[in-house]
């Protein structure tokens, strides 16, 4: 993360108080919080991820371990979900620049924050990020990508057992756009996968948003 120079600013008391929030459903601390980690301007990605999803992850592992009920996480999600749009000022403040991204996720595939986290990334870098969100037919990926003559499009994976379906997600794809750059990530990775899905024709894997920004960057240097 970015060092911020935010006098006051101390990112892991503004995360203890926000993953707080989240576990006790107080939804105007996690928004106090959210608005002071923007306010300190680490970046979007600093947000996602070192806030966001930081949280997230710890969330799960609570679930996981039969310490939070199913009901507290479902309210942390659909709160952390409800936040992210606080970023919207900052995305839009730039012009379009013509290009544009299909973001989905697969088929069978519930977990959408990735996702909706990918495409706002292409939106910050000035792109249009269409995204389709969770269980997606990849018919319904393919006529936009048609509709919207799409650069790229990125497909997220949470789960292990989605990891078959981005296989069969990216052979379809591939056979309908010959051109289109094919992106995949997503937490699925965490636990293998990743020589899998690149040994399929121009399919790139990247983890995390810094990954996808730096991909951004060298694509928009060489068109
Ligand atoms: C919220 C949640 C749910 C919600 C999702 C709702 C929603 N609106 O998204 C619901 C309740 C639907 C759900 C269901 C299930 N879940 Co769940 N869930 C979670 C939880 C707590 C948070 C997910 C999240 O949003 N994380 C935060 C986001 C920001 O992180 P992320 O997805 O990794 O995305 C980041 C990167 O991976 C990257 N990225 C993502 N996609 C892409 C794509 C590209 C191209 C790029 C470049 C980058 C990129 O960008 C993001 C920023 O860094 C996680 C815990 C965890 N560790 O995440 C479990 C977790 C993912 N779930 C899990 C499980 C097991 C399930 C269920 C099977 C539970 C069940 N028995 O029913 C079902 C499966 C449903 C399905 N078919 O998909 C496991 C998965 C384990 C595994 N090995 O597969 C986890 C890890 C929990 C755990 N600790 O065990 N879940």
Known sequence: MNQPDKPGFVPEVVYRAYLGGLLTHDLQQCHASFQQWLEADT???????????????????????GQISVATEHLATANSESLLNL??????????????????????????????????????????????????????????????RSEVVALSVATTFGLAEVVSATALIRAAFPEVAILVGGQAFRWGGKERVERLLGVRCLTSLGELEAWIKEHDNHV
């Open 43 to 65: 970046g979007l990605r600093s947000t996602y991820e070192d806030l966001v999803r930081r949280s997230l992850y710890q969330v799960g592992d609570l679930w996981e371990r």
């Open 87 to 148: 970023t919207y000022p900052r995305l839009f403040a730039q012009p379009r620049n013509g290009k544009s991204a299909v973001i989905t996720c697969v088929p069978n595939e519930y977990h959408q924050i990735g996702g909706k986290m990918v495409a706002d990334v292409f939106e910050l870098h000035g792109w249009r990020g269409y995204f389709l969100g969770a269980n997606t037919p990849e018919g319904e990926a393919i006529t936009l990508i048609a509709e919207k």
